[in-house]
């Protein structure tokens, strides 16, 4: 009886622990996956001069033509959506929005730039950019 109290602790203090190790690293996977969507929409720019018409059907938000729509990006169970959620002709916003096992993520959505600048929108207290892209 006293092997199991001590298995059942064990367990209630590791589950967690396990889970959230499991978010951060789909986190990171995802972190990868945005650098790579900015580099197909650099490639983009490269061809047509211009960030406008990177997403689905020629649009300039929503999902990307240019690249993979979620993470991971070998396939699996979708963790993140990706998204373009602003374009112009020089500029750009991208989006991963945690979806299914990774939607409770403390993070929340995390967003890049075309210059490089890393966010997090809708995270937990205590949860900041540094924190998230880690």
């Not at 589950?15 to 996956?33: L, M, Q, W």
């Not at 969507?37 to 240019?66: C, F, K, Q, W």
């Not at 409770?104 to 809708?122: E, H, Q, S």
Request: aromatic letters at 8%.
């Amino acid at each position: 009886m006293i092997v199991v109290s001590i298995i059942a602790i064990i367990a209630a203090v590791g589950y967690p622990n396990y889970i959230e190790s499991v978010r951060k690293t789909r986190r990171a996977d995802c972190a990868g996956a945005l650098a790579l969507l900015a580099n197909a929409m650099e490639r983009h720019y490269s061809i047509t001069g211009s960030y406008l018409g990177a997403a689905d059907g020629g649009g300039n938000t929503g999902a990307p033509a240019v690249f993979n729509t979620a993470c991971p990006i070998d396939g699996g169970n979708a963790t993140y959506n990706l998204t373009i959620s602003a374009a112009t002709a020089t500029t750009y916003s991208l989006q991963a929005a945690p979806t299914g096992g990774q939607a409770n993520d403390k993070c929340g959505t995390m967003t890049l730039t075309n210059t490089g600048v890393k966010g997090v929108a809708d995270a937990s207290s205590g949860y900041d950019w540094q924190k998230c892209w880690r």
